[in-house]
């Protein structure tokens, strides 16, 4: 029997849908069997991320009601056969699926798959309930502004009122020159007020957008930080003990002539 | 801009400010209880308790949080009460 992991927020664009299909390609990676979900009916973008986009033929609606059956919704990576994706229907909404259908859905895949990640839509409404409802655990995704970090404070309390207990935290999009300088809250100052146990911190990366760009999630290049970072997450959820990455950026002359000046303030 | 004597000037890093803004709100977010609610809760606190103690109004705080051993994950009301002599 597989594990089912929910990928939520809370605000929009921070990062869910690079985070599920970066996780879902490095559990892959890790030779685990996984599908990836995503549950943003109407809004579908995993499949784009993961350069699935052209393979779409059935669709999760489809699936729940009996259109087709889940293995023909299933798209098979092009990288990886162990990979899978079953997409978000583009023109309905978030209502032509229902909590308990999604908990069977999940189940079913459950006990075929090791990894069942699902992409949770943006929002408290019902696109987050159905998300949510058939999830064994949380990764709850968070950059560090104050919106970001206010609303998931918001859907750790929700999680817990749905009875997923102890999520986990990405800390993505880290500007590591800001939060060095003081001028971005650090990994420790969200984990301090978020209270709950960090698993990722994500380093802000241009390789995400150009991955993203060609359909190829980071993960698959060797040398990137943030696929590094992500890589580094699926192996802290299959219970390897991975030690958090030290991001040391050179500073810049007129930073450390500042720091200097300033008898380290 | 000309922040190269930036230690001259005692102003609070933004992420600071970011992190005191946030805590504040989310006292209120947590708790779905107004300020009021929380104003009174700590005058009645501090009423309750002084009758027995000094207690140091300077570093006192009172708020609703969420603490990580609390596995309920419900609020809890914290109040750090710095005391200066029980008077017994």
Do not use: W
Not at chain 1, 55 to 78: E, H, P, S
Not at chain 1, 151 to 173: F, S, Y
Not at chain 1, 177 to 194: H, P, S, Y
């Amino acid at each position: 029997m597989g594990e089912s992991i929910v990928i939520t927020s809370g605000k929009g664009g921070v990062g869910k849908t690079t985070t599920t299909a970066n996780i879902g390609a490095a559990l892959a990676m890790e030779g685990k069997k996984v599908v990836v979900i995503d549950a943003d009916i109407g809004l579908r973008n995993l499949d784009l991320v993961l350069g699935l986009e052209n393979r779409i033929v059935y669709d999760i609606v489809d699936v729940v009601t009996g259109v087709c059956r889940i293995k023909q919704a299933l798209i098979k990576d092009k990288r990886f056969d162990n990979l899978y994706l079953l997409p978000a229907a583009q023109t309905k909404d978030k209502n032509a699926v229902n909590p308990e259908q999604m908990k069977d859905l999940i189940m079913d895949l459950k006990k075929t798959h090791d990894f069942v990640i699902v992409d949770c839509p943006a929002g408290i409404e019902q696109g987050f309930k159905n998300a949510i409802s058939g999830a064994d655990r949380a990764i709850v995704v968070t950059t560090p502004e104050i919106s970001a970090v206010r609303d998931a404070d918001r859907i750790i309390g929700l999680l817990e009122a749905a009875e997923i207990h102890d999520p986990l935290l990405i800390v993505n999009r880290l500007r590591i020159d800001m939060a060095r300088r003081g001028d971005m809250m650090n990994v420790e100052d969200i984990e301090d007020i978020l209270a709950i146990d960090l698993i990722g911190v994500v380093p802000d990366d241009e390789e995400v957008v150009m991955s993203t760009n060609r359909g190829e999630p980071a993960v698959f290049k060797e040398n990137s930080l943030s696929g590094m970072a992500f890589r580094n997450v699926s192996k802290r959820l299959i219970g390897e003990s991975v030690p958090f990455m030290e991001f040391d950026v050179q500073e810049s002359f007129f930073n450390k002539l500042k720091r200097a000046l300033s008898f380290g303030k | 801009m000309f922040d190269l004597f930036g230690f001259l000037n005692s102003k609070p890093t933004s992420k600071n400010v970011a992190k005191d803004r946030l805590k504040l709100v989310l006292v209120h977010d947590r708790s779905n209880c107004s300020p009021e609610l929380l104003e009174l809760l700590r005058r009645d606190i501090l009423t309750s308790i002084s009758e027995h103690v000094d207690y140091d109004p300077k570093d006192l705080d009172i708020k609703i949080t969420r603490t990580k051993d609390s596995a309920s994950g419900k609020p809890v009301l914290v109040a750090s009460i710095p005391l200066k002599n029980l008077k017994r």
